[in-house]
């Protein structure tokens, strides 16, 4: 195989899917594996430059393949590997203020760049700047159940963060309109951004609006059946009143019938706080797949050390 398209055995995901969602380096040593032979070596240079634009990225991953060659004595460095990793020491001049873009090579048909920081866990008081493990629990639960659905329909996001899980929905075959709120003005501005940057992908499908669970009106489409989305809102037991009352007010809408929600359970008595106010509140939960580590996506790699992630359908 070529152009970075060795699989990892077990996942099947290649590495220009590991390299381009700027995966841990630490986690990357059975994709490294597939390249150490000599003669393999200036491909898996290629793949790594040409799957992300984050030098610094490129350059740790580098620093660990060559650090794996050289502990094995029946291995010979390839003086590409060498001259590529030699060629970072040289800062590029707007590496500094060049926004992080993560490359997320999902399927043949479907790809998404976002702008995010996926180390940072919460900046200016938000999490909404990296993408979560539940919105790619999420997205690979659309993506795997498309082909179920028949008939056309629409999604609104709510807590949307970086926009992955509906930049996602909106390249399903049966999609026709996308919706992605949040109730933070600077990740709504980052999600106007994050549709500009994939808008030869995604087409006028998208918007996005600022909406803030129980304060603002819920999103009401016209001549078409819609399924609310969200992924890792359900981390703060004191949230749960306004976002079970603003998924219930989508819900009582003609055009929404129910509600996709994905939860990274990192406490069983939060996760049950949120099954509770959803009782309370008679919104019916069904759980449809949990996501457990080791996580065997085909369109995402999910960090091993994640929780449990349950992939719920709400509907009145
Ligand atoms: C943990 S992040 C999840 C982001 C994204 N869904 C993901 O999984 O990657 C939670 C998101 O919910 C938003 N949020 C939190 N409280 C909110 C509220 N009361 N109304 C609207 N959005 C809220 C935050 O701004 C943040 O983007």
């Given at each position: ?200 992908t995604i087409g006028s499908k998208v918007c996005s609006q600022k909406l803030w ?104």
């Amino acid at each position: 195989m070529t152009d970075g398209s060795t699989a990892r055995e077990s996942s099947g995901l290649l590495l220009k899917q590991v390299i381009g969602q700027q995966v841990l380096p630490k986690y990357l040593k059975p994709w490294f594996e597939a390249y150490t032979q000599y003669e393999r070596q200036p491909e898996f240079v290629n793949t790594v430059e040409s799957s992300t634009e984050n030098r610094e990225y490129q350059k740790s991953v580098l620093k660990l393949f060559i650090r794996n060659i050289e502990s094995d004595h029946t291995k010979e460095l390839h003086e590409d590997v060498f001259e590529a990793y030699a060629s970072y020491m040289i800062p590029s001049l707007d590496e500094t203020e060049r926004k992080n873009i993560v490359n997320y090579a999902i399927s043949p048909a479907i790809a998404v760049r976002l702008y995010e920081e996926p180390n940072v866990i919460a900046r200016e008081g938000g999490t909404g700047h990296r993408t979560w493990e539940a919105a790619l629990a999420l997205a690979d639960y659309l993506v795997d159940t498309s082909s179920f659905q028949t008939t056309p329909r629409s999604f609104v996001e709510l807590g949307a963060g970086t926009g992955l899980v509906g930049l996602v929905a909106c390249q399903l075959p049966y999609t026709e309109q996308v919706v992605l709120t949040d109730g933070d003005t600077t990740v709504v501005d980052n999600l106007e951004e994050n549709m500009r940057l994939n808008s030869g992908t995604i087409g006028s499908k998208v918007c996005s609006q600022k909406l803030w669970w129980n304060k603002d009106p819920p999103v009401s489409l016209v001549n078409t059946e819609a399924t609310i989305i969200a992924a890792d809102v359900t981390y703060d037991s004191d949230l749960f009143p306004a976002l079970v009352q603003c998924i219930k007010q989508h819900l009582a809408l003609p055009s929404t019938d129910n509600a996709l929600v994905s939860a990274t359970i990192r406490s069983p008595e939060t996760y049950q706080a949120f099954l509770d106010e959803c009782a309370t509140n008679s919104v019916k939960v069904h759980v449809l797949k949990t996501y457990t580590s080791p996580f065997a996506s085909r369109h995402f790699f999910i960090s091993p050390e994640s929780p449990d992630i349950a992939v719920l359908r709400l509907e009145l």
